[in-house]
Nanobody, 123 residues
Framework: LIRLVESGGGSVESGGSLRLSCVGS????????VAWFRQVPGKEREGLAA???????TYAASIQGRFTLSRINRESALYLQMNDLKPDDTGMYYC?????????????????WGRGTQVTVSS
């Protein structure tokens, strides 16, 4: 079973940028559909961006044009470049994976999750 480790979170001011990383434990990372989710206390996890094993991507409307998803399979890594951050982007960011998964933004689709990395955006 693949394990996922997120990093790159932190505290930034509104308008700033962060790059989140998610590293998988398996060499066969390329066969996984992977995604980023965000959760704030009291709310359900929100799907932000997903990519399947053919490179097809899906983005949530809330981050379209500001966040960019990429994967480097030889590094078993998934990245989320976040620009023009807003206070509403504050939350815990999680990486999720599913073998041969499609680029979907529903949390129930993913059986494997990392522990998350916190992003805080101040106004």
């Amino acid at each position: 079973l693949i394990r996922l480790v997120e990093s790159g979170g932190g505290s930034v001011e509104s308008g700033g940028s962060l790059r989140l990383s998610c590293v998988g434990s398996e060499v066969e990372f390329s066969i996984y559909g992977v995604a980023w989710f965000r959760q704030v206390p009291g709310k359900e996890r929100e799907g932000l961006a997903a990519i399947d094993n053919s490179g097809d991507t899906t983005y949530a409307a809330s981050i379209q044009g500001r966040f960019t998803l990429s994967r480097i399979n030889r590094e078993s890594a998934l990245y989320l470049q976040m620009n023009d951050l807003k206070p509403d982007d504050t939350g815990m960011y999680y990486c999720a994976a599913r073998r041969y998964g499609r680029a979907r933004l529903d949390a129930d689709n993913y059986p494997t999750w990392g522990r998350g990395t916190q992003v805080t955006v101040s106004s």
